[in-house]
């Protein structure tokens, strides 16, 4: 189809859910729960949205959508799983 010699599909934040709900899998700094919508542009005008299907994971950083089940908000010391609320690992008292 023509369409995707000249355009294609991004994917936007549409609304924050939680903010810092976890970290980012590629750079570690805290990302935020969305949902987002799949924005179709041609031209780089955008000509259709569709909302996604799931809440994602959202870094504001390097702004890479992910699953959330892959931001394990852990201790990056003894690898527990740790709120991302803490700022220190309950575990091992790390500085998170
Ligand atoms: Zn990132
Ligand atoms: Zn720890």
């Not at 355009?7 to 939680?18: F, R, T, W």
């Not at 750079?27 to 569709?50: H, I, M, N, Q, T």
């Not at 992910?66 to 008292?93: N, Q, T």
């Amino acid at each position: 189809m023509i369409f995707f010699f000249v355009g294609g599909v991004n994917q936007q934040v549409s609304q924050v859910l939680k903010s810092g709900a976890g970290r980012c899998i590629n750079c570690g700094s805290r990302a935020d729960l969305v949902e987002y919508e799949k924005v179709l542009k041609v031209f780089f005008v955008p000509v259709w949205k569709w909302p996604g299907k799931e809440p994602l994971m959202h870094c504001n950083n390097c702004n890479l959508f992910f699953p959330p089940a892959l931001s394990k908000s852990g201790c990056r010391f003894c690898d527990r799983v740790v709120d991302p609320e803490f700022r220190f690992c309950p575990f091992c008292g790390s500085a998170l």
